[in-house]
């Protein structure tokens, strides 16, 4: 055969890791049924069970074609089922997350993409942690760590995570405001090659507050934080009601979106490119994607998970890591 024939990925050299995420969700559904469209991109480790990927897949193999299977033979046969809450099902999806820090250290892979967990179950097994974001910040001493959601219109940064509604305006202070902006503002640079980003910020409050009248945070904490900024990035806007912040962004406005809460990026994210979402942890020395949906646990193992979302992950993963060795 021409060589000449057979395409080369501009990804080939790049190594990624996957993890299962939690073994009864859908995570090994969407890993097997993405296989197809991704095995040629780049060079995959799938760190997982082999005996759950077998059943999710019903493939015969579980590697091949630039794919390696990392088995850690860690899920009970007996009794086990795809949509079941249990803290054994939870740690095993840690136990996936610690190999693939561990492949990360020794440079075995350059990047990773991680499939859902149940923060449920990881709680149940002992792990007092809201999700992967807040586990790997602690794992890689990342003094700075930051989630951005996003699909092909839209990214948001997130200044606050995974916190009741609540307990968001007391949380909202205008150092982690400045933060969060900073450090997306970088890795729009680096991971994204975007030379002069356009950054809009978010108020809190419906309308902005409407000066004052719904509200004081924009006034006495995010307006401040703004302004502090101005001498960083050059295009800088806010705070503009979310609904206005957003729409601009979607036509093309802006570059990335900062929101004050989780569901202020969600809900728009969802909307407009639900399979097409990715959330990126930013402030690690690494790239790690993952797809914007749970466990799904209600159809784990009904074969109807849309690996849409995490083939999207794994792209984002490989365009930003090939990105990172330009810089």
Known sequence: MNSKAVPISKYSRIK?????????GIGPFIIAKALSRICGLARFAIIGDRWVFKRASGLARAAGGGLNFIDLDNVAHADFRFGRIAPEYGRASMEYLDKAMEMIRHKKVDCLVTGPISKTAINLAGYRYSGHTEYLAEKNAADKIGMMLLND??????VTRHISVKQVPQALTAHKITATTLLAYSSLKKAFLIKEPR???????????????IGREESQVIAPAVESLRSKIRYIEGPLPADAA????????????????HDQAMI???LLGR??????????????????????????GTNQAN???????????LQCTL????D
Not at 16 to 24: E, K, L, M, Q, Y
Not at 203 to 212: E, I, T, V
Not at 246 to 261: F, L, N, Q, R, T
């Open 153 to 158: 219109g839209l990214r948001f940064a997130l």
């Open 323 to 326: 990105n990172l060795k330009k």
């Open 16 to 24: 990624v890791g996957i993890t299962f995420g939690d073994p009864s």
């Open 268 to 270: 728009p994210l969802k």
């Open 246 to 261: 957003i729409a601009k962004a979607k036509d093309g406005k802006y570059d990335c979106v900062i929101a004050m809460y």
């Open 275 to 300: 399979d097409k979402g990715v959330n990126l942890t930013l402030g690690l020395d690494f790239i790690r994607t993952s797809p914007l949906h749970g466990t799904a646990f209600d159809i784990a």
């Open 199 to 213: 950054i809009v910020v978010c108020g809190l409050n419906p309308h902005a507050s409407d000066n004052g009248l």
């Open 307 to 317: 690996p849409g979302s995490f083939i999207e992950a794994v792209k984002l993963a």
